[in-house]
Nanobody, 116 residues
Framework: QVQLVESGGGLVQAGGSLRLSCAAS????????MHWYRQTPGKQREFVSA???????HYADFVKGRFTSSRDNAKNTLYLQMNTLQPEDTAVYYC??????????WGQGTQVTVSS
């Protein structure tokens, strides 16, 4: 089973930046797409961004112009550069990888807290 290890979360003031990482625990796995989601208590998990292994990206409207998703295919690592963070961005952020074989894998989440 593939494990996704997330890092980079923390506490930041409004207007600040964070960079999240999500890395597969083992090399040699082929992924077709990598997504970010986020979730706050009492709210359903919501889509943040997607990127394919070929570099095509898609973003939720609420992060367009502020967040950038990127990936390093050789390292099986996904990144989310978050700029101009706002208090409403406070959430647990989860990565999700989709394999070429049809399987998917969730990270365990990393907390992002934005203070006003």
């Amino acid at each position: 089973q593939v494990q996704l290890v997330e890092s980079g979360g923390g506490l930041v003031q409004a207007g600040g930046s964070l960079r999240l990482s999500c890395a597969a625990s083992r090399s040699g796995f082929a992924f077709s797409a990598m997504h970010w989601y986020r979730q706050t208590p009492g709210k359903q998990r919501e889509f943040v961004s997607a990127i394919t292994s070929g570099g095509s990206t898609h973003y939720a409207d609420f992060v367009k112009g502020r967040f950038t998703s990127s990936r390093d295919n050789a390292k099986n690592t996904l990144y989310l550069q978050m700029n101009t963070l706002q208090p409403e961005d406070t959430a647990v952020y989860y990565c999700k990888f989709f394999s070429t074989g049809g399987a998917s894998f969730w990270g365990q989440g990393t907390q992002v807290t934005v203070s006003s």
